[in-house]
Every structure is written in structure tokens, then in C-alpha cells.
């Protein structure tokens, strides 16, 4: 049994030094688990329909939720084209968007990215091409991976009606087409506001790499990007902390 199977508490994850320490010793014991089969990733097909850029349009939002947020920010860090990837809440309200409160599941919040991009440089349907090949199994419900619960659900909040035409017919592509080995379970949910989680959840893949959970869950997916996106792997991660300093 691994030593943490399950994320450690939010306030495991406020020592820093602590869970480095402890990470260390899990690898030194070899205690080790492997990432479920169900969540290799895979190049899925483009999608047919896609967003076009505005002329003029120097930046648009993306929102994503799909597991972890851990995860799902680390592998948009290192997407070309990505201005910025914040973690936090989607799809309850405002006085839930807490870590504590949320993880309860009980809140109507998923753990979500939120994509500031440049369209000229990588579109809408490219990102959404990602985030179903290597950021999560959209074929999960309520989990994935170790995690388990609504909040974890793989969900779009689409920023606009175009965004959500966009969403809808790629997933029907993707379902008609039997990309997956289950149907996608992915919901689109429009009109849902994102709330920045907190500061401690920033970059944490990029901060904390020899934490078994991001070393387990997580580095396998930007390695998957790499591997299956060469062209828009970025070496240098897009960092929220570089952005606030």
C-alpha cells in the first residue's frame, strides 16, 4: 500500500520542506505504485469544428476541470501558446471556493484550470485536443485516479456559446468515433464562474516534483505531452508565481 494513496491534507501540503522530506524516504522505501492503465494517455484526432482567433483578439480563456488541478495546470504550464494556467473552482459559488469546503464534495465546485491563451498561437480545439489525449481519462465519472468525488469530475465551463458549440461537437466526434473504450463522461457546463484556489495550489507540480503524488499522477502526463505533442511542448512551464512576483 503506498504511503499516501490518497492526496495529503491541505495542511500536510503548507510544509513544503515536510513533504519533500517524506517523499524522499517513500522513494528511499521503495514504496511504489503504478499510475492506472486507464489513465495512459492517447493522441486523440483533432477536432472537425474549431474556433477561429477575432482579428484583434490578443488573449482568450480556457476553463477545464479534470481530476486534480495539480495535474491538469502542470501539463498546460508546458503548452506553447499558454499565457497563464491558475488552479481553483468552477461551477459553485463564491462563498464555497475553498480547498476545505470543497473537498467535502458537497459544494457543485470541480477543480478547474483556467487557460489564458493567445489565440494566433494555439487554438481552441488544439487545447481541448490536450486535455482530452494526456490531462485526464474523460471517461471516468466523479474520479480520477485516487481521486474520487464530484469535484474531481471532468468538466468544461465554456467561456461563450462558441466555446461550448465547440466542446459539444468534439466530444460527439470523439464518442461517434469510439476513441475511447467507455463513452466520454465529460460535462459542459456554461455560465460558471472560476475562482482562484489558494495560493499553496499554485505551480505545485513544478514546486513539489518528488512528491509521490505528482511523481505517480502527474509528471507522466507532461511527459505524454511532450511525447505526443513535440510541437507544443514548452520546456520552461508558464508559472503563476512569475507572474505575481
Known amino acids: 500500500m503506498p504511503l499516501f494513496p490518497i492526496r495529503p491534507s491541505a495542511a500536510w501540503r503548507r510544509l513544503p520542506a515536510l513533504a519533500g522530506a517524506l517523499s524522499l524516504l517513500a522513494v528511499a522505501a521503495g514504496l511504489a505504485v503504478t499510475q492506472s492503465s486507464a489513465e495512459e494517455a492517447r493522441l486523440v484526432p483533432p477536432p472537425a469544428v474549431d474556433e477561429s482567433a477575432a ?129 466520454i463522461v465529460t460535462k459542459i457546463e456554461p455560465g460558471r464562474s472560476f475562482y482562484p484556489a489558494e495560493d499553496y495550489h499554485q505551480d505545485y507540480l513544478t514546486l513539489h516534483p518528488t512528491s509521490p503524488y505528482i511523481a505517480i499522477n502527474d509528471l507522466p502526463k507532461v511527459e505524454a505531452l511532450q511525447r505526443l505533442f513535440p510541437d507544443s511542448y514548452r520546456t520552461d512551464p508558464v508559472l503563476v508565481s512569475a507572474q505575481t512576483n
Open 55 to 183: 482579428p484583434g483578439t490578443a488573449t482568450e480563456t480556457a476553463v477545464l476541470a479534470g481530476g486534480c488541478f495539480w495535474g491538469v495546470q502542470g501539463v498546460f504550464q508546458h503548452v506553447k501558446g499558454i499565457t497563464s494556467a491558475v488552479s481553483g473552482y468552477a461551477g459553485g459559488d463564491a462563498r464555497t471556493a475553498q480547498y476545505e469546503t470543497v473537498s467535502g464534495g458537497g459544494t457543485g465546485h470541480a477543480e478547474s484550470v483556467k487557460i489564458t491563451y493567445d489565440p494566433h498561437q494555439i487554438s481552441y480545439g488544439r487545447i481541448l485536443q490536450i486535455y482530452f489525449s494526456v490531462a485526464h481519462d474523460p471517461t471516468q465519472l466523479n474520479r480520477q485516479g485516487p481521486d474520487s468525488g464530484t469535484q474531481y469530475r471532468s468538466a468544461i465551463f465554456p467561456a461563450d456559446a462558441e466555446q461550448a458549440r465547440v466542446a459539444k461537437a468534439y466530444v460527439d466526434q470523439l464518442n461517434q468515433a469510439g476513441t475511447f473504450d467507455a463513452a
